[in-house]
């Protein structure tokens, strides 16, 4: 039976608040509820990353919150099913999945055992929300309004991020868990009806088997233990119990920064433009944006026999236009049939406003943006920046990490090869966490000349060059041939220009593409990553400007990368390397375990996978041919597989090998001296 005694709802208005789905800025799942994270009013956020960025809004008043309060007693001891009386009562609470993954270790649905094990759970929880900045009362910073003075809007949203947080939605709850073990459910049953009837904590416990088995646990979240009495949190008996109920209430309600208190569950979170103070110290309203008018909006000529009929298409353009009129008499025809003022005529081969020769003139008048879609502009482009920041911050900090990595690695001597590396995650296989020092070793700098660091660099280089600076040189207007400006970033939304439209740019491991532009898997990807080669006779590459030659040519000779590929793609095929990036992420920096290879194994294992470099030019001790490009993904995954089995028999083999002429060699010395021969070891 489950017993609930009380259910209260003390706010100030009678419902629950619900996030709609539909509102992009209404966040209620696990993206905030990390408790690495501190959501903060006033704190700037990114929706396109789900980063937190510094707080620029000074909040000195905060509206007046509402919570709902609900606490309930769940006696357990008479449920037929036990598993799903506990979803009905307690899926929703914050100790739900503790106490289940420990009733899955202890509770026999069965209960054929003479002594049988109950729960009891109570259950105490506030919810709070309405917690919102007051706008009014609020102030952006100093140094933030400093930013917008000098219209830095990519320094202010780097910083401040494009949106910020505004309101806060917090939870607080304290379960106590009752388990005890009793031979008779009828004796369980009586205590727990005894416990919920009871209203100082204390119950009759007739059987002293309930009594020496009790076993309280009490599981609190999101309170604030600074309030003299947090000791009572502390139950080793029933009559504990009910000062600890107590002490909860009154530190989730009565707490002076009760407010600021609990773990959060949502955030409404606000664009920048949104803010009034900040369109007034960003000037928004006082930018006037000129962008030509959208030819859905212009006017076009109808026929003068046929009102109707606005098609204009033919092959004679003056026969045409003698046959059609403008709405407004004083307008001009274009080549196109649309009307607009002869100075509004543009010269496309020019480039520039040329009223001649109208058959090859086309109107594209100028106007100011309306300023609804300036502030939506400076709103999308914003985000867009910080998802730029953060793939160029990704790729720097990955660099850094290889970096630091293969010198720790290089750092192990040699007689530790043969150890393996611990695993930093624990969602990899059993097969997949098998790596040794000398595995890593060879895998990351085979050559020991940090070829892996220099050749992400390039990468990293090329990838600014060729994709970031060009984005943001667009976003300010710097390709129509005038001075990037502040104002240009209101003008268009990022989707419309090209330079930013190579989406598999953002994507991680991904490197610049020199033969058809955009982004494809770089050296990162380990096997996986597309070739260097060249099927371009201009390849799109970031350009030697140190050098002045007859003929341009790249910054990092396109020959060099895909020779070094090359070779690496024939170790890792020995090794039976995955992803570099799986390595960084799972086994950097790396930690050596105890269990390790045999000798026989690791000697093995070096003669038949090891990189070297003799006479400064970089080779591969094997026989292996380099791995064939023209291959499919599949091809080359069923194929370094191959290679990597046969690599493992191989190395099995020559330990068997060696283990066989060990024991023959052991044979015939026992045999000697059973013999009586002079033996010398």
Not at 553 to 560: E, H, I, L, V, Y
């Amino acid at each position: 039976m489950i017993a609930t005694l009380k259910n209260l709802a003390i706010a100030a208005l009678a419902f629950i608040p619900v996030a709609i789905d539909a509102n992009p800025y209404v966040i209620a799942d696990e993206r905030v509820r990390s408790l690495d994270i501190t959501p903060v009013l006033g704190r700037g956020y990114s929706v396109m990353t789900n980063s937190f960025q510094s707080t620029c809004l000074e909040v000195d008043e905060i509206t007046i919150p509402s919570f709902n309060y609900d606490y309930g007693l769940y006696d357990f001891t008479g449920s037929t099913d036990f598993i799903a009386s506990l979803q009905n009562s307690l899926a929703g609470t914050f100790a739900y999945d503790g106490i289940k993954r420990e009733f899955d270790t202890v509770y026999d649905p069965e209960q054929t055992a003479t002594v049988k094990v109950f729960y009891i759970i109570s259950t105490m929880r506030i919810e709070r929300y309405y917690a919102s900045v007051k706008d009014e009362s609020s102030r952006i910073t100093a140094d933030a309004i400093s930013l917008l003075d000098g219209q830095d809007y990519i320094g202010f949203f780097k910083a401040c991020g494009p949106s910020y947080v505004r309101g806060i939605r917090r939870a607080q709850e304290v379960t106590a868990s009752f388990k005890f073990t009793s031979n008779s459910a009828e004796a369980a049953q009586n205590f727990g009806a005894g416990l919920s009837q009871s209203d100082d904590g204390r119950a009759n416990i007739p059987d002293p088997a309930i009594n020496q088995s009790l076993e309280i646990k009490v599981k609190g979240y999101g309170l604030a233990l600074d309030q003299a009495g947090g000791e009572t949190l502390l139950a080793t008996s029933l009559a504990e119990f009910n000062g600890i109920m107590k002490f909860a209430f009154h530190t989730m309600t009565s707490h002076p920064e009760a407010h600021h208190i609990g773990m959060v569950q949502g955030m409404e979170v606000v664009p920048w433009t949104e803010n009034v103070k900040f369109q007034v110290a960003a000037a928004v309203g006082d930018e006037v944006v000129e962008i030509p008018i959208p030819r859905s909006l212009m006017t076009r000529a109808y026929e003068i026999l046929d009102v109707t009929n606005f098609d204009f298409a033919g092959a004679d353009v003056d026969t045409r236009r003698a046959l059609f009129r403008c709405k407004n008499l004083g307008h001009s025809i274009d080549r196109y049939g649309y009307c607009c003022e002869l100075g509004a005529m543009y010269d496309f081969v020019a480039e520039e406003y040329n009223p001649d020769s109208l058959d090859e003139r086309v109107c594209r008048p100028i106007r100011n943006l309306d300023k609804t879609i300036v502030k939506e502009n400076l709103a999308s482009n914003g985000e867009f920046v910080a998802r730029l920041d953060q793939t160029l911050r990704y790729k720097m900090n990955k660099l850094s990490k290889l970096q630091m990595c293969v010198s720790s690695i290089n750092g192990y001597p040699e007689y530790l090869d043969g150890n393996y590396l611990v695993s930093h995650s624990s969602s990899l296989s059993a097969e997949s966490v098998q790596l040794t020092v000398f595995d890593m070793k060879q895998s990351l700098d085979p050559f020991g000349d940090m070829g892996m660091v220099k050749q992400l660099g390039k990468e990293l280089d090329e990838f600014i060059q060729m994709f970031y600076a060009p984005c943001l040189n667009a976003l300010f207007g710097g390709k129509s041939g005038s001075d990037p400006s502040a104002a240009n970033l209101m003008a268009y939304p990022w989707y419309t220009y090209t330079e930013c439209g190579y989406m598999s740019c953002l994507a991680d491991g991904m490197r610049w593409d020199r033969n058809n532009g955009g982004c494809i898997p770089g050296m990162a990807a380990g096997p996986e990553a597309e070739s260097y080669a060249s099927t371009s006779a201009t390849p799109q590459c970031a350009m030697d400007t140190e050098s002045g030659g007859a003929t341009e040519t790249c910054k990092d000779s396109t020959a060099d990368l895909e020779a070094y590929q090359t070779l690496m793609n024939a170790c890792w095929t020995l090794l039976g390397t995955s992803s570099i990036e799986t390595y960084l992420q799972n086994y950097c920096m790396p930690k050596v375990s105890a269990e390790k290879m045999t000798q026989a194994e690791i000697d093995a294992r070096k003669l038949a996978a090891t990189c070297t470099s003799a006479a400064g030019t970089t080779t591969v001790t094997t026989s292996a041919a380099p791995m064939d490009r023209r291959l499919s993904s599949i091809e080359r995954a069923n194929k370094f597989k191959k290679e990597q089995l046969n690599s493992r028999r191989r190395m099995i083999a020559a330990a068997e090998s060696k283990r066989r002429t060990e024991e023959k060699a052991m044979r015939r010395t026992e045999e000697k001296v059973s013999y009586g021969d002079d033996v010398s070891v």
